[in-house]
């Protein structure tokens, strides 16, 4: 009761902290991002190792024991699940909830990798990822057109995933349908024979050819420069040119003759098995998927991806007679729901102002109408606050609220004018209609909240 009386007696801290609310709100409205679900942090990681013709029981004993033991050492782990097939190891690494999903993968990289030396040398890179709820695609951009080289289509779709993923706030672009350009080594196992050169050796021949390498730096008393070995090839014809290696002549002399790659096996271009199609109105096209960064506000997201196809467009796809539609844009459900939350909450203004106008009078609807508003925007700072997004379950949560709040003012407002009615003044009434009524109020929102 004496903290009533207090603040009717000093209205200023009233007006000052609803300025402050006011401002701060409108303020959220503007940066605050928009989502459709919200980001759900799950600290697990998970760890892919190739070991192509592997059996399970050797996938077991040389390689998931092996990483196991270093990841054990690594604090809040909480569970290790191992899974071996043909070919493939999987573990999943899961953490105590209060560990952040970077750290975690973070430290799985680094067990695995002390892991290596002791792991068959037959093993491809290992993969590590951590797993992202909010990882999904937000936009699909479909191209489509006459043309007949779903080859070229694919390159096209190539150029502009680049421009694309320097967007801010995209994470990823990933490319489906079309041909993709592969190169073929069709290998003769009679001339491999004659030379004397194994399955194993040409397949690591055929990894470290094409690449660039750091070869380290050459002093010069006062300068220092970097050294690097460019191996990556530029074509077929350097591929197929390429040395194995070098073979005894048979006349007795030391000369020693080079071996190319396309004396044991035939290199062409072709095209990898397909498998994803992609078809729009009944041809073939290519689709791009964008995925984003958490926390990034989906809206203008969007808006910046629509602004940079437009450039892409007449750069790309005008000049080989092309066309793109957007066929997916998570943007569109969000400000959907978004459009309708502030729908409601106009219809709701406007409704109980009309209502308790009618009944106690233009200003006590007004301020019960204000309830609304003063909600949301308390809501929207308090969101943006504690870092989290407006997605469909805090607007959800935000509606049920706004209920809850107006239902106390009306009582509250109803009270008050029930003991103005009785002859007692502003002060008095709205002291004694609010103490009479908020314990009341009180229990019922706590109940709520418990439920």
Do not use: W
Request: with cysteine.
């Amino acid at each position: 009761m004496k903290t009533t009386h207090k603040i009717i007696k000093k209205p200023l801290i009233v007006i000052l902290l609803t300025i402050f609310i006011t401002i701060v709100g409108i303020m959220g409205l503007k940066i605050i991002p928009l989502e459709k679900f919200p980001d759900v942090v799950i600290p697990k990681v998970i760890v892919s190792i190739p070991y192509i013709g592997a059996s399970p029981k050797e996938l077991e004993n040389e390689v998931i024991k092996k990483v196991e033991e270093k990841i054990r050492k690594i604090s809040n782990v909480k569970k290790i699940t191992s899974n071996a097939v043909y070919s493939k190891a999987t573990i999943v690494v899961e953490f105590n909830d209060s560990v952040k999903s970077d750290r975690a993968k973070d430290d799985v990289q680094t067990a695995v990798n002390e892991a290596i030396p002791d792991l068959p040398s037959g093993i491809e890179t290992p993969i590590i990822s951590a797993v992202d709820v909010s990882d999904r695609a937000v936009m699909t951009i479909t191209l489509y057109g006459d043309m007949k080289d779903y080859l070229k289509l694919r390159d096209i779709a190539e150029d502009i995933q680049t421009p694309l993923e320097g967007v801010n706030g995209v994470s990823s672009v990933d490319v489906f349908g079309g041909y993709e350009r592969e190169i073929a080594v069709e290998i003769n196992p009679l001339k491999l024979e004659a030379y004397k050169i194994s399955i194993d050796y040409l397949i690591n021949f055929l990894k470290t050819t094409n690449l660039n390498l750091p070869g380290g730096n050459i002093d010069l008393k006062k300068s220092k420069y970097p050294l690097r070995i460019i191996g990556r090839l530029k074509n077929i014809k350097e591929l197929q040119n390429s040395i194995v290696k070098y073979r005894q002549t048979t006349d007795g002399t030391s000369k020693k003759i080079p071996v190319y790659l396309k004396d044991i096996a035939k290199v062409h271009e072709t095209n990898k098995d397909i498998e994803t199609i992609s078809r729009f109105n009944g041809k073939s096209c290519v689709s791009l998927q964008i995925r984003k960064k958490s926390g990034f506000n989906m809206i203008k997201l969007s808006k910046s991806i629509r602004g940079e196809m437009k450039v892409l467009n007449k750069r790309y796809l005008i000049t080989n007679k092309l066309k793109y539609t957007i066929t997916g844009d998570e943007s569109d459900d969000i400000k959907s729901s978004t459009n309708s939350l502030f729908s409601s909450i106009i219809q709701g203004i406007i409704i109980i102002f009309l209502v308790l106008s009618v009944g106690m009078g233009v200003k006590n609807g007004l301020i019960a109408s204000l309830a609304i508003p003063m909600c949301l925007l308390v809501t929207i700072g308090a969101v943006l606050i504690l870092g989290y997004t407006l997605n469909n379950l805090i607007q959800f949560g935000l509606i049920i609220v706004i209920g809850m709040v107006v239902d106390g003012a009306i009582v509250i407002l109803e009270n008050i004018y029930r003991h103005r009615g009785m002859g007692k003044s502003k002060e008095e009434a709205t002291v004694r209609g609010l103490n009479q009524v908020s314990s009341g109020i009180i229990a019922s929102l706590l109940t709520t909240m418990a439920a």
